[in-house]
């Protein structure tokens, strides 16, 4: 499912009919290197989620689901997840589309509008939406200089600002992947339809918008698992009625030193990531997902 | 997506594998880590003489010369006053030095303890650790240097004793509230007498529910067990959007200096440096304070426990405990330390008045999750 | 696309185009006037100009030292995630072996599992390894966030390969080691130095894996901005941000140049 590589058989010939050839070795080192610093962390969490304090067994998940707070809070994340996700597809969608339908050279400079962001510091892009935001920022001295408020309008610290924020960094997660898909439709097809006497709207809507589903799948299952895991912006720009799952699991760990609850918390997330894939993987192919960064640049 | 989840199985092996190599499984619980940590305690450093007969532990204190002690605090203006108050005259003293951090935590002092490499040898600690909850990874004090009873009461534990004290107070920009002065949490709730957002510690522990209940008439004497629907009641009615939470008190300072916030429970420290030193229209009301404590606790393990002590006990000694309140308005926790005359105005301590009210400690900590959850569903809601 | 959607549709695409191009720059770009403004608070525009919060900051420790650590982890990370990545897209390309798709999904998964959890669970066991607060740790945690990008970008290369030129150099009687330093190596280069560059740039920004691996003796400049920016934001973390910001399209031009000079990319 997740192979980026040729189907077996296709190389290595001379070493068909045993299970493993010369070139395997060399992926080693860095399966060792993930499993030793990233895989078995992973792990110890987990296994720590139900052994702190001793003998915890399920009390941490269950601490976790009997109390309001956090599975509102788990909630929050999938409302604040799922907007965002609407949001870029609906800014990411036609921007994807005039990338498509531009001559290559257009489509160049918009492709570097989207991986300049793509690639620029998460924090220091929240950081100046928190500048344009703010009460005495950007905007509300701007508008108030202007005399058309007097008082500042509430821009921070609410549903507004998170997913101003959020949608903005991740945006290019959804563009990438539709692109990617738009770019392999033949434009033959369109045309087609179009001779054959449909309108551009009806062309679009029968023949490229079906084609470039798989796309907006892959952008959208992107999109969701990863803003599922944010915490930056949400913290800075956000409320604490947009508190994200990310954000408690954090605290559970510097504040309250309970690093039961937190790893029972980071399992839960980490589940519901891997349910979200897994459903998606039913639709997407994933390697539509990972191909987009190598595709996209 | 088959063959992935069947292939888990091996690659969740070798982690374990590796993770056993490291010394124990995932849930080895502190007391274990602390355990291996001991032997460390017998270390050169602490076989040194005990304070011997003649030594005074406030002006001649029998410490190492020579010796690296590290103090972690919270930074910024309030370390610096602790270092000019305490510790560069300690080191001209005794000839023991100092490095410091500055960003003390108590998850860090946790893993450090857990991973038995202790680096932090004093520690200035909130008010809501070094309790019996945590004496898996703290030293007890040693009462035989350290004055005990000169200490206010019920400012020092076994494992820890208070070094400076400040309140949580009622701060307002007196240029908002059109020359009403609020006169306590009351006012604070009443939005109508006093418009404009209010500004909040954004902590369960950290005297929201306090102010709430006392907002709502209940004496500062009874506000333990703290009767969090009543309190939510109260808080509720002001609406969330007039709520601004900071994470930390630089934040509250910035809140109130840019005139965001009307009125903000503050830490007097933060409230004092927004009228002083950044010349804000800010003002203090001192009713109804909570008055509370930073504490020194010594992390379990750490290789230079005996001068930690020694250092702890010079600190707070009637002479030298004040001594950091020349610089910032945080006070002495000794009972018979003088702070400078034109300073003891602004102190917590020498604001307490009848309706002065105090956190407890053990129930906050005892209580912390209930809080925590009353807290958060509150104000996720 | 030759047809003749002159169209209010098309108008409007365009239109919608442009507004997302501004979205997704001008804001982040507004802060670099803020970090030259002559004023002590973030205000806009700034009243005046002053080079002031960048005198600030090349001489205050703090983001100096912050600067210096965040370069020697994100170079010394750029290095083992390049070989490391490389290496396993050799194996992963061109290897068989039994799990291999599980390896596929273990080198990938980085990408995917929220950073928070990849937070936690390095800071609970390095802290047992005592590799918190070093060189060492960080450079291992984001070693593993950097490789998939690498072994992506290198394998792309890899796969539209023509495999035929390696079999013509060793039928010319070249070994398999300058078969790959002459032949594979060349061709893969552009990929390679992408994907270098694109550790580099995962290094460089990351801030929540590295608020839990870090401490006061060892801190990366977006932990001191992140510090910063939760508390007061005065025009100096303005300044900074600049300045993170200009790395990072300096090292992004320079990957532009990498591809643009790529035989096929």
Redesign the interface.
Known sequence: ??????Q?GQ??RR?RGR?????????????A????????????????S?????N?GLSNYR?FFV????V??LG?TFYIAAISTVVCLV?GY??A??MH??PPRVAGL?L??????F??????????????L?????IN??LISWGVISEPL?LI??TLGVILGMS?IL??FMVLPLYAVMRRID?DYT?AA?NLGAS??AAFRRVFLPLSLPGVAAGTLLVF??A??F??TP??LG???E?MI?R???DQ???????GL??AM?VI??LL?FVA??LA?RVVRLRDV??A??DG? | MRTWFRSIVPAVVISLLVGACSGGSGGASPAASAASAAPQASTPASSGAPASAGADVCTTPNAKSGTTLTFASYGGVYQKAQRQGWLDPYSKLTGVKFTESEDSANATIKAQVESGQVTWDVVDVGNDFGLDANKDVLEPLDFSLIKKDEILDGFVGPYRVADITYGVVLAYRTDKTNSQVPNGWADFFDLTKFPGKRGMYDYSAGGIFEVALMADGVAPKDLYPIDTARAIKKLDTIPKDQWVFWPGGAKSQELIDSGEVTMSLMWNGRAWSAKNLDSKPVAIQWNQQLLTADYLVVPKGTPNKDEAMKFIAWATCAQNNAAPSQFIPYGPTNKNSKPQPDKVPDLAVSNVNDTTAYFNDQYLVDNAKMLDDAYNGWKTK | MTDSRRSPHRLLLVTLGGLTVFFLTVPTLLIVPMGFSSSEILTFPPPGWSLQWYEKMLTDPQWTTGFVNSFLVATVTAIVSTILGTLAALGMVRGRFPGKSLANALILSPLIVPVIIIAIGMFSLYVRWKITGSLIGLVAAHSALAIPFVMVSVSTGLRTMDRNLEMAAQNLGAGPGRTFTRITLPIVLPGVLTGALFAFLTSWDEVVVAIFLTTAKFRTLPVEMWEQVRQVVDPTVAAVATTVLGVTTTVLLLVFVVRRQAPAA
């Open positions: 499912m997740l192979a980026l590589g040729r077996p190389t290595g070493w299970s493993i050839n010369r070139w395997a070795w060399l992926a080693f080192p860095t399966i290197l993930l499993v030793v610093f990233f895989l078995a962390p992973l792990v110890l969490m987990a296994i720590r139900v052994t702190d304090p001793p915890a601490t109390s309001d707070a956090d509102r809070v929050n800014i036609p921007y589309y005039l339908a531009v918009l570097i509008a989207v991986l300049v962001p690639w620029s510091s998460l924090l220091v892009r929240t950081f100046a939406w928190e500048v344009i703010r009460d005495t920022g950007v001295s701007l509430a610290r609410n903005q945006l290019p434009p045309q179009a551009p709207a698992v990863l599922l895991g915490y930056i913290t800075i409320s604490p009625r508190t990310s408690f699991i954090a760990i510097q504040q309250r030193l309970d690093w937190g790893s980071a997330l980490m990531t894939l897994a993987s990972f191909g960064a190598e640049s």
